[in-house]
C-alpha cells in the first residue's frame, strides 16, 4: 500500500462516522417525532406505530455499534498512523503529514502554521510521504 492511500484511509474512516452520526441523527428525529410511517411512492407503510418504532429502534441499536465499531477502528489507525510517522527523522515532514491526515488540517491551515507557503508545503509533503513510504516498507 503506499503512503499517502495509507494516510488517506484515516480519513475516510472519518467521514464515514460523520455520515454514520447523520444517519442516527435523522433515525433518532424520526422516532422521537412519531411521524405516520409512509413508503417512498407516499402510501402509507403496512407497519402499527409501535412496529414501526420497534422497527427503527433496532436499525439504530445497529447504526450505534456500527457507529462505535467505527469509532474504534478510527482511533486504532490514528493512534497507528501516529507511532508511524514519530519514526521519522525530519520533525517538518511529521509536522505536516500529522497535521494533513491526523487532524485533517487545508493545506492553507498548514502553511499558516509552519509558516510557509502552500507551494512549499506541498513540495515538502511529497518529500514526507517518500519518508514515510519507506517506514510502511520495512514494517
Known amino acids: 500500500m503506499d503512503a499517502k492511500e495509507y494516510l488517506r484511509g484515516i480519513r475516510k474512516i472519518s467521514y464515514q462516522i460523520k455520515e454514520k452520526r447523520e444517519e442516527i441523527a435523522t433515525l433518532q428525529a424520526q422516532i422521537e417525532g412519531g411521524s405516520a410511517g409512509f413508503e417512498s411512492d407516499g402510501t402509507q407503510s403496512g407497519y402499527t406505530d409501535t412496529e414501526r418504532n420497534a422497527h427503527m429502534i433496532m436499525d439504530l441499536t445497529a ?25 521519522m527523522d525530519d520533525p517538518v515532514s511529521q509536522s505536516i503529514l500529522r497535521l494533513r491526515y491526523v487532524r485533517f488540517e487545508s493545506w492553507e491551515s498548514i502553511s499558516t502554521d509552519l509558516n510557509y507557503s502552500v507551494r512549499h508545503v506541498h513540495r515538502l509533503h511529497a518529500i ?3 519518508e514515510f513510504q519507506k517506514i510502511l516498507d520495512e514494517m
Do not use: F, V
Open 128 to 130: 514526507a510521504l517518500g
Open 63 to 87: 447504526l450505534k455499534d456500527e457507529l462505535d465499531h467505527q469509532s474504534d477502528m478510527l482511533i486504532l489507525a490514528m493512534e497507528k498512523a501516529i507511532r508511524l510517522i514519530m519514526q
